[in-house]
């Protein structure tokens, strides 16, 4: 399983170099359709433009559904003010406080894209006294175009207009001590984890027990990502999505987090005591944990009536909705307990 934990962590920082809001990831989607060719797997996209890949099983009278979502959070044009500035209206639970200093880049409706950074209103220290404890909101701040604007009109002359995406840059650092830092890793280290299993699969798969799909969801963030094309006969619904580290958890950056409860409420009591099961047995590091302030796609597909067990487990990621970090450790273990869940009855 060497090979999959090695692709997983070589795939991951080329996934989050490929922009994908919720909303918009046909880049992200194109990308992966692309490492699909270095497999055999029949797969296709949905009408939402998410992506399903088809594993297959020994038996075909049951399925399992594992889902990671490419889409990841950002920020669209509100408004434009009548200095330049343009105003943003969040996508997904990026809060203003993290988003601030980052830079990012809007994409017109014609595909022309234009540099900037998000910054406070009035943003010098030596001018503004309360800088440093004012509270950060999208009201107080705003993108500053790397363009030469000086009104509202200036900045419609670029292009620019309300509805455009505007993207986060992810700044992907990958250290000697085995970190990948970089926005977004939530949730795209649980879809390298994924592809990494598909490694492992391509030469193995009369080794799955039971029908098996995966599902790369485009709208996790927003909240409704996988919430149809789910198989009637499906037994078992997986997310794979990141673990949530902070004070009172148990998660860390180096086990596989497998989630108790999140803020839907808990998880299937005997799948997750299966997945604790076949982690112990493979000596798979992990934690389990609850998650406080979490949804899942796993659970928005039970909110549509689906009639499966679920759960959710993932690599611990530091900072969520931040300046993220996985630990290559984490990723291992991911994939190595996607491996052995299909493996087992």
């Known amino acids: 399983m060497k090979s999959s934990r090695e692709y997983a962590w070589e795939i991951l920082p080329r996934l989050l170099d490929k922009e994908s809001i919720a909303g918009y990831c046909e880049k992200a989607i194109l990308f992966l359709e692309e490492e699909l060719k270095k497999f055999s797997f029949e797969h296709y996209r949905t009408n939402k433009g998410g992506l399903i890949i088809k594993l297959g099983g020994k038996d075909k009278s049951k399925s399992r559904v594992l889902s990671a979502h490419v889409d990841t959070l950002g920020g669209m044009v509100k408004s434009i003010g009548g200095n330049g ?10 809060a203003a406080v993290a988003a601030e200093g980052e830079y990012v880049t809007i994409e017109t409706s014609s595909g022309k894209k234009i540099k900037g950074s998000v910054i406070h209103n009035n943003p ?17 701040l705003s993108v500053r175009v790397d363009e030469k604007v000086f009104n509202e009109e200036d900045v419609k002359n670029l292009g620019i207009g309300i509805g ?16 990948i830092k970089s926005r977004f890793l939530d949730d795209k280290a649980g879809v390298a984890a994924l592809f990494g299993s598909l490694k492992y699969f391509e030469k193995n798969r009369d080794k799955i027990v039971y029908d098996t799909y995966y599902y790369i969801s485009v709208a996790e963030e927003v909240g409704n990502g996988m919430v149809s094309m789910i198989p009637e006969n499906c037994f078992e ?14 998660s860390d950056e180096y086990t ?12 299937n009591y005997e799948l ?14 992990y934690k389990v944990d609850i998650y406080p302030y979490y949804g899942s796609d796993a659970a928005a597909a039970l909110r549509t009536g689906v009639d499966a067990k679920h759960i959710l487990f993932g690599p ?8 993220e970090r996985v630990h290559k450790t984490s990723l291992d273990a991911t994939t190595d307990l996607i491996i052995h869940y299909l493996l087992s009855e």
């Open 272 to 285: 997750r005591k299966k997945i604790v099961s076949i982690a112990e047995s493979k000596n798979i590091p």
């Open 164 to 179: 455009d995406y505007v993207f986060f840059d992810p700044r992907v650092e990958v250290t000697e001590s085995g970190f």
């Open 316 to 323: 611990g990621i530091d900072a969520s909705h931040s300046y």
């Open 85 to 94: 500035r343009v105003f943003i209206t969040p996508i997904g639970g990026i």
């Open 124 to 140: 010098s220290a030596h001018v503004n006294k309360s800088l440093s404890t004012e509270e950060r909101t999208y009201s107080n």
């Open 256 to 267: 596989v987090s497998i989630c108790a409860k999140d803020s839907s409420g808990p998880f």
């Open 237 to 250: 619904l997986v997310a794979v999505d990141m673990g949530a580290l902070g004070e009172g958890q148990t």
